[in-house]
Antibody, heavy 117, light 111 residues
Framework: QVQLQESGPGLVKPSETLSLTCTVS????????WSWIRQPPGKGLEWIGY???????NYNPSLNSRVTISVDTSRNQFSLKLSSVTAADTAVYYC???????????WGQGTLVTVSS | QSVLTQPPSVSGAPGQRVTISCTGS?????????VHWYQQLPGIAPKLLIY???NRPSGVPDRFSGSKSGTSASLAITGLRAEDEGDYYC???????????FGGGTKLTVL
């Protein structure tokens, strides 16, 4: 079965760019949509955006100007870049497969990214 | 303030039935967009519980059921068990925001 695993730095300085990668195993990244979702400590879930394996993307309008999601089908990976981060971007970042442009399943285990100098 | 409104908390004794509501508007649930539910146990990633309003993925017990009517949806859990304690989130799509939206989450406590 498909499994997802996030990786990347756990600490990012304010104003810098947060970069994370999600590795998909147990299945091909082709023919599905792949998303990033985040959860600030003690708070709810916020959708960041998604990418299709072909490279087409869609982002949360509230984050659109700072987000870039890319895909590398040869490595079965997709990535997130979030620029000009502030403390408000501190969160657990999850990658997930979006099924039929509807629900998210499965999810990665999540990775905590802290924005601090 | 979440676009989809859920009660912050619900509770029930073991064996009892609880429901969690998810109230939206004419630009999301009321517009016909489907509702999906996730269970997040303490310290663990969310897990899909209900998709397309009423459907359970394989492996999800039939103690969990979903419904949708008008601008709202509900998740019902019967035969409450201690291992059901955690947070529950609804999710849909909002056409005005052009965005996936989540409810604020409901913390379930099994007394």
């Amino acid at each position: 079965q498909v499994q997802l695993q996030e990786s990347g730095p756990g600490l990012v300085k304010p104003s810098e760019t947060l970069s994370l990668t999600c590795t998909v195993s147990g299945g091909s990244i082709r023919s599905y949509y792949w998303s990033w979702i985040r959860q600030p400590p003690g708070k709810g879930l916020e959708w960041i955006g998604y990418i299709y394996y072909s490279g087409s993307t869609n982002y949360n309008p509230s984050l659109n100007s700072r987000v870039t999601i890319s895909v590398d089908t040869s490595r079965n990976q997709f990535s997130l870049k979030l620029s000009s981060v502030t403390a408000a971007d501190t969160a657990v970042y999850y990658c997930a497969r979006r099924v039929g442009l509807k629900w998210f399943d499965p999810w990665g285990q999540g990775t905590l990214v802290t924005v601090s100098s | 303030q979440s676009v989809l409104t859920q009660p912050p908390s619900v509770s029930g004794a073991p064996g009892q039935r609880v429901t969690i509501s998810c109230t939206g508007s004419s630009s999301n649930i009321g517009a016909g967009f489907d509702v999906h539910w996730y269970q997040q146990l303490p310290g663990i990633a969310p897990k899909l519980l209900i998709y397309d309003n009423i459907n359970r993925p394989s492996g999800v017990p039939d103690r969990f059921s979903g419904s949708k009517s008008g601008t709202s949806a509900s998740l019902a859990i019967t035969g409450l068990r201690a291992e059901d304690e955690g947070d529950y989130y609804c999710q849909s799509y909002d056409s005005s925001l052009s965005s996936v939206v989540f409810g604020g989450g409901t913390k379930l406590t099994v007394l």
